[in-house]
């Protein structure tokens, strides 16, 4: 059972190139979400999903676009990549919304934009 | 959204309990408290969760005041491994769609 995984799991961009980060998950999860993660200033969501075909925004979505269109899958775009996106990246699921159950987490990508 | 305070960071030895604080005094009667903790270089991973009741599982013990106004994350022999930044979040369901919103956590050191 391999949970969330997340690919590249590291890449380095130049400014104003684009590119899309995978997330996939084998539980059969709801809903999904994709954090960014900066030194000093915590996790912060950027946007999430609660069913295949729906998103919303998040705390910090500002330079991003989120897909699902199949509900293994949620995918982060960044259509033209800036040096303040250089963070680490976290896509996690959860079963449902309900606070009775906790999210698992990838183990992340590191980009890098120059 | 309800707000957490943790310490910034506590010290163990190895093989020795550890208790992290966690207080919440603005908790909502249908906020679950969650647990996560990171290591280096990883993503965050569940630990432990409750609503009113203490809760075991086989990583750790959580602790609930009769209040709910804080809890406590019980580590019952730390090793080494535990080392992580531990965080206590707040999980409410709702129009808030149970979105997790990370705070600072408590940077958990362990001496050998």
């Known amino acids: 059972n391999a949970g969330v995984t997340q690919t590249p799991k590291f890449r380095v961009l130049k400014t104003g190139q684009s590119m899309t980060l995978l997330c996939a998950q084998d539980?059969?999860?709801?809903?999904m979400y994709w954090y960014r993660q900066d030194p000093g200033m915590g996790l912060r969501l950027i946007h999430y999903s609660v069913g295949e075909g729906t998103t919303a925004k998040g705390e910090v979505p500002d330079g991003y676009n989120v897909s699902r269109l199949k509900k293994q899958n949620f995918l982060l775009g960044l259509e033209s990549a800036a040096p303040s996106q250089t963070s680490v990246y976290f896509c996690?699921?959860?079963?449902?919304?309900?606070?009775?159950?906790?999210?698992?987490f990838g183990s992340g990508t590191r980009l890098t934009v120059v | 959204d309800a707000k957490t305070t943790q310490p910034n960071s506590m010290e163990s030895n190895e093989e020795e309990p550890v208790h992290l604080p966690c207080n919440h005094s603005?908790?909502?009667?249908?906020?679950?408290i969650h647990w996560y903790r990171q290591l280096p270089s990883q993503g965050p991973e569940y630990v432990i969760h409750?609503?009113?009741s203490n809760v075991n599982n086989r990583m750790a013990s959580l602790a609930i005041a009769e209040d709910r106004k804080s809890s406590t994350l019980i580590l019952h022999r730390a090793t080494l491994r535990d080392a992580a930044v531990y965080y206590c979040?707040?999980?409410?369901?709702?129009?808030?769609?149970?979105?997790?919103?990370f705070g600072q956590g408590t940077i958990l050191t362990v001496h050998p």
């Open positions: 603005t908790i909502s009667g249908t906020d679950y």
């Open positions: 979040i707040l999980r409410a369901g709702g129009t808030s769609y149970g979105k997790l919103t």
């Open positions: 409750g609503l009113t």
């Open positions: 996690a699921s959860s079963k449902t919304g309900s606070p009775n159950y906790g999210y698992t």
């Open positions: 539980m059969n999860h709801e809903y």
